[in-house]
């Protein structure tokens, strides 16, 4: 009996060894790759032979990486922010407001997220090329909330039907209006959910690549991910794999440091439940 | 002080009537219950005078001014709910502040009025706790609060007892009782389903039925004098024994029963007796009802025993001294007092009964 027991236990970690190996394994190589140069790069080996930081260094030091480090950071933080302020008050009039149509909208805000991409693309070179936007950040911004608003539109929605309508009457009741209805009672409320949102939307404005790519046309405007692919060694023919890996370790950085941040906010987020007072 | 009177309100979802031609007028520092069963409207009602529901026709006047226009706040009315409706993220002194720091009221002032009230509902020492670190009778004082501390003109209380356990209920119900002693100038509108609520803290009940008024008077009033066969019922537990009646030269007949002597005429008349109004026949006396016990239901000081009366549709209850050792199938013969006897007209308004003139 406890023979079985212990096999059970031991298979039980040996799958969950198996998971989080699979899913930690790309990036410990990267770690790994970052960390070395020349033609140790191309030996295949799974532990650090070598610990030299000369890649990090002339990622940083050379070339326009800070500065789309920083355009990076710039985009996806708007993005949050913007969407999150259109998400709040749009979820509020979508769950609370009766009006016609209201399931329609709601389907055609989702419909948004439906498109491919590369489907919308030319139509959005066109708006962006109309609204001056080309070549900044801005235009990313802009592109972005295709993607964003659905989801943080959806998932607020549906946070805030769930909160209970006596709480809202309570509150009109204390002689506030929807403004501060929303700011004063549901918003703190609404934080894991906000949280989690905000962190999703972070990371798919982080990632883009090919709104990015097509843009954004000078070095200075780019964001990470593209000018991460169009790093380019000192010959055009060399392919600069330990300053790419180096970068792609640095832009991940900031994604993990914000889940360690919020993991607490995220758990309550999925666990929360019983708001009534 | 506040007077409010209702003028020809009506309140209508679509092509749903929830209420009609509601005519009503609340004295300044009057506790006024709404009761009736639910779907009645009374809970509309409670928050067309509050505010959160627009009204569809008719007038409400707080003071002899329109009110219809203005939002809760501006009424001036303080509102208890239900499921209390405490904001969960802020503590218990800051719940009683929301409203008056909208209003932009002097830090001080917010101050004292939120520790006079917390003395009040001896919440005193709570006032740093969470809403959910409170038990349901804490909660439900909290809620009190924060409608006492705006000085509400009018205070408006939705069902607010429901939520708790049997005995919290009864203490509940008399700190609602000394709140109004103590708040004597506050008009207060309370709507439950609950008579028993109704009858002790009520100076006037409103009873409601299908969005309209059935009766408007002092709980005894409604008691003694009910004006239709629905009040007869609803008030009072358990519930009036009503009977079709038949007038003959001895007086009134129901079914199986012994002729009543009360002068009355016309169609589809019916006879009510409170069960509590029935009692054991003296010798002598003459018998209103004699039959065996169908069925005894033992509540303590009283006991529930039920009679069927031949051809009679439901059963006539009597309610006998719990000390009496009835048992099922026991013959009882049941005198009443012509006094106690209602009559009710064939459109079920209660109609004047005279006493049979006695012959000489």
Known sequence: ?277 | MTRLTLDKIAKSYGTVEALRDIDLAIEPGEFVVFVGPSGCGKSTLLRVIAGLEEITAGDLNFDGTRVNDLTPAQRGIAMVFQSYALYPHMSVYENMAFGLKLAKTARETVREKVEAAAEMLQLSELLDRLPRQLSGGQRQRVAIGRAIVRDPRVFLFDEPLSNLDAALRVQTRIEIAALHERMAETTMIYVTHDQVEAMTLADRIVVLRDGRVEQVGAPMELYDRPANTFVAQFIGSPAMNLAPARPGPDGLTIPGCAPVPLAASGEGLRLGVRPEALRLAEPGEPVFNEGPATLVEKLGETQLVYFEPEGAETPLIAKLPGALPARRGEVFRLAVDPADLRLFGADGKAMEATPLPQPA
């Open chain 1, 1 to 277: 009996m406890t023979a079985m027991k212990l096999l059970k236990r031991a298979a039980f970690w040996a799958l969950v060894a198996g998971i989080v190996l699979f899913s930690v394994f790309p990036f410990y190589y990267a770690i790994l790759t970052s960390l070395e140069t020349g033609s140790g790069i191309f030996t295949v080996s799974y532990w650090p032979d070598a610990l030299d930081l000369g890649n990090y260094a002339s990622v940083m030091n050379e070339g326009e990486f800070p500065r789309n480090f920083l355009n990076s950071v710039g985009v996806a933080v708007a993005v949050v922010i913007v969407s999150l302020c259109l998400a709040v008050t749009a979820a509020y009039a979508l769950s609370r407001v009766p009006f016609r149509g209201r399931g329609l909208l709601l389907l055609t805000v989702l419909s948004v997220s439906m498109f491919p991409q590369i489907a919308v693309l030319a139509g959005l070179f066109e708006m962006v090329r109309y609204f001056g936007l080309y070549n900044t950040l801005g235009s990313l911004i802009l592109s972005y909330m295709i993607f964003t608003l659905p989801f943080t539109v959806w998932v607020l929605t549906t946070f805030m039907r769930d909160m209970p309508v006596e709480l809202e009457e309570a509150a009109i009741v204390d002689g506030a209006t929807p403004l501060q209805i929303v700011v004063k009672v549901f918003l703190p409320l609404l934080w894991p959910a906000l949280v989690t949102t905000g962190l999703l939307a972070f990371i798919q404005a982080w990632n883009e690549f090919l709104f990015a790519l097509t843009f954004v046309a000078s070095n200075d405007t780019r964001t990470v991910p593209v000018a991460i692919a169009l790093l380019s060694g000192s010959s055009g023919k060399e392919v600069p794999w330990g300053e790419i890996m180096a970068a792609s370790v640095i832009v991940t950085l900031p994604l993990v440091a914000l889940v360690l941040v919020f993991q607490r906010r995220i758990v309550a987020g999925l666990t929360a439940g019983g708001v009534k007072g």
